[in-house]
T-cell receptor, first 113, second 109 residues
Framework: ETGVTQTPRHLVMGMTNKKSLKCEQH?????MYWYKQSAKKPLELMFV???????ENNSVPSRFSPECPNSSHLFLHLHTLQPEDSALYLC????????????FGQGTRLTVV | GQNIDQPTEMTATEGAIVQINCTYQ??????LFWYQQHAGEAPTFLSY????GLEEKGRFSSFLSRSKGYSYLLLKELQMKDSASYLC??????????FGKGTTLSVSS
């Protein structure tokens, strides 16, 4: 238990479907992140939210749409994905201080068919 | 640009000591982090360095040289449960961490 909870843990979706990933943290953090983890590649930072405001979008395709309604919840809305988008999607959170680590959720294993 | 390099794979035996190296080139530097990730699980925090030198935490130690853009994670008295991926990450600016590809460590008996 890391204090960061992601649902669902596994998701299979077709290329024409729309689905959402959910992340919730109970650590009192004010920064939240989405990362993508594919085989043989480093964890790729997708989006950063600080105090509910998006501060980074690392050239992520528009078929991925984040939403941060409050400092405890983060969503990733998915639509018209491609098979190469299949990966482990990890949510993380941290305080807004340099010397603190980020805490990760267990991730959602996404398969696009 | 940003680049974080670490070896892809390493092997070691129980009871041994292993050193996992990490070199980085980033636009800024606000700390270097090491994480452990077992297969199918979330990355978990191991250590943090922001000043040059060695930080020790039980069987794990981490070293940083900012002038060389270099860090290592030292694991002593290896156990089978230490078989995992070890991720080196840099906080260059803002709050987000930038990760290397990770080093998969296999510990055998």
């Amino acid at each position: 238990e890391t204090g960061v909870t992601q649902t669902p843990r596994h998701l299979v979706m077709g290329m024409t479907n729309k689905k959402s990933l959910k992340c919730e943290q109970h650590l009192g953090h004010n920064a939240m992140y989405w990362y993508k983890q594919s085989a043989k590649k480093p964890l790729e930072l997708m989006f950063v939210y600080n105090f509910k405001e998006q501060t980074e979008n690392n050239s992520v395709p528009s078929r991925f749409s984040p939403e941060c309604p409050n400092s405890s919840h983060l969503f990733l809305h998915l639509h018209t994905l491609q098979p190469e988008d299949s990966a482990l999607y990890l949510c993380a959170s941290s305080t807004y201080r340099d010397n603190t680590e980020a805490f990760f959720g267990q991730g959602t294993r996404l398969t696009v068919v | 640009g940003q680049n974080i390099d670490q070896p892809t794979e390493m092997t070691a035996t129980e009871g041994a000591i292993v050193q996992i190296n990490c070199t980085y080139q980033t636009s800024g530097f606000n700390g270097l982090f090491w994480y452990q990730q077992h297969a199918g699980e979330a990355p978990t925090f191991l250590s943090y360095n922001v000043l040059d030198g060695l930080e020790e935490k039980g069987r794990f130690s981490s070293f940083l040289s900012r002038s060389k853009g270099y860090s290592y994670l030292l694991l002593k008295e290896l156990q089978m449960k230490d078989s995992a991926s070890y991720l080196c990450a840099v906080r260059d600016k803002g709050t987000a961490l930038i990760f290397g590809k990770g080093t998969t460590l296999s510990v055998s008996s």
